[in-house]
């Protein structure tokens, strides 16, 4: 069983920064990949940036080149950094896990996790 904490949210204004971080306890090892994820209120859950055991990542347009999600073996934490903040970026973050059997890839689809952190909220002011 694996578990997931999510800290680091709060409110902070547009331009502004964060980090997001994600405790992970339990057995997650060999073959995984991990992602954040955030809904809005009226909107759906959306994949926002994810990274594999083999430290590949991916992420979602809107946040090419603010975000960087990193990952810190030794503490067992996942990682977003969140730059340039815009209201936009208001939301409910979710940190997610899963193990494969499989060859790992970073992904964005909310199905293919079943591990869910709690989630932090993240509120962008103008």
């Known amino acids: 069983q694996v578990q997931l904490v999510e800290s680091g949210g709060g409110s902070v204004q547009a331009g502004g920064s964060l980090r997001l971080s994600c405790a992970v306890s339990g057995n997650l090892y060999g073959r995984y990949y991990m992602g954040w994820f955030r809904r809005a209120p009226g909107k759906e859950r959306e994949g926002v940036a994810s990274?594999?055991?083999?430290?590949?990542?991916t992420y979602t347009d809107s946040v090419k080149g603010r975000f960087t999600i990193s990952k810190d073996n030794p503490k067992n934490t996942l990682y977003l950094q969140m730059n340039s903040l815009t209201p936009e970026d208001t939301a409910m973050y979710y940190c997610a896990a899963a193990r494969t059997v499989w060859a790992a890839y970073a992904t964005l689809t909310s199905d293919e996790y079943n591990y869910w952190g709690q989630g932090t909220q993240v509120t962008v002011f103008s």
């Open positions: 990274i594999a055991s083999d430290s590949s990542t």
